[in-house]
């Protein structure tokens, strides 16, 4: 017998349903996968919005618990809350540009509209961080060849192996395994459909590679590039090549 009061937690799912469910508000959740901190007057030129309405937007996100919010002076700046905020960011993109491909012709065919435009996407499509950790072919690329050397499992979900944990601890990138986050955790990546590495092992891979000089980032979005000794460096401990590492002629 069917019963007449929804299921728990059916209320918070819509309300967090809603919550996302606003241009605007989804535009700032995208930049702020970059992990930085942004400020309202930032936010609101990146969407091409009002600071009034950007205001009223980011008091109900960090009312419904997606942003933080930090004051310094004057400046009020706002971050996405935690890591589980950005995977579920990520997986929501994941899962909506399949849909839109898989029940749109005419999105498949859809090209941006410059030239700019294309060399942005195609940016971000290489290498981009998510939240904290790489993404784009570049992440799931260091993910396949962690794989592949036996350094990550994915068979019963991602799990550092204890080579891996070597590997980490022999090219000097420290993993931080005092808190509740998972050392391993896959992310999908909405560009490639496969998953990355992210969790604790996959931002101390992402911020060792910043600042070891491997990566750098380049413009107002999250794409960021790999330098000549990033490259070497890549080649060198996961055997990844230039052809994943460098801009390619090919579409994303």
């Known amino acids: ?50 600071p ?18 930090e004051r310094q002076g004057r ?74 050397r036996g350094l990550l499992r994915q068979d019963t979900g991602f799990a550092l192996t204890e080579d891996g944990l070597a590997w980490f601890a022999a090219t000097g990138i420290a993993l931080d395994r005092t808190g509740r986050r998972p050392l391993a955790r896959a992310c999908l990546d909405w560009t490639e459909r496969r998953p990355h590495l992210a969790g604790a092992a996959g931002a101390a891979l992402c911020r060792h590679a910043f600042d070891a000089g491997w990566c750098v980032r380049i413009g107002s979005e999250r794409a960021v590039k790999v330098t000549p000794t990033g490259e070497r460096a890549f080649a060198d401990l996961l055997g990844v090549g230039t052809e994943t590492t460098t801009a390619s002629t090919r579409n994303p």
Do not use: N
């Not at 967090?16 to 936010?43: H, K, S, V």
């Not at 491909?101 to 294309?118: F, I, W």
């Open 1 to 50: 017998m069917s019963s007449s009061h929804p299921p728990p937690g059916a209320a918070g799912l819509a309300a967090l349903a809603t919550l996302i469910a606003d241009e605007t508000r989804a535009t700032f959740l995208l930049a702020l996968l970059d992990g930085r901190a942004w400020t309202a007057g930032e936010l609101a030129r990146h969407a091409g919005v009002a």
């Open 52 to 69: 009034s309405t950007t205001t009223e937007h980011l008091t109900r996100l960090v009312a419904g618990g997606l942003l933080a919010e």
């Open 75 to 148: 400046h009020r700046y706002v971050r996405l809350a935690d890591p589980r905020v950005a995977h579920l960011v990520e997986d929501l993109t994941a899962q909506a540009t399949h849909t839109a491909t898989a029940h749109s012709p005419t999105t498949r065919s859809r090209r941006p509209r410059t030239l700019r435009a294309a060399g942005a996407d195609s940016a971000m499509a290489r290498a981009r961080t998510c939240y904290d950790h790489l993404a784009g072919r570049l992440g799931t690329a260091l993910t396949d060849a962690l794989t592949h």
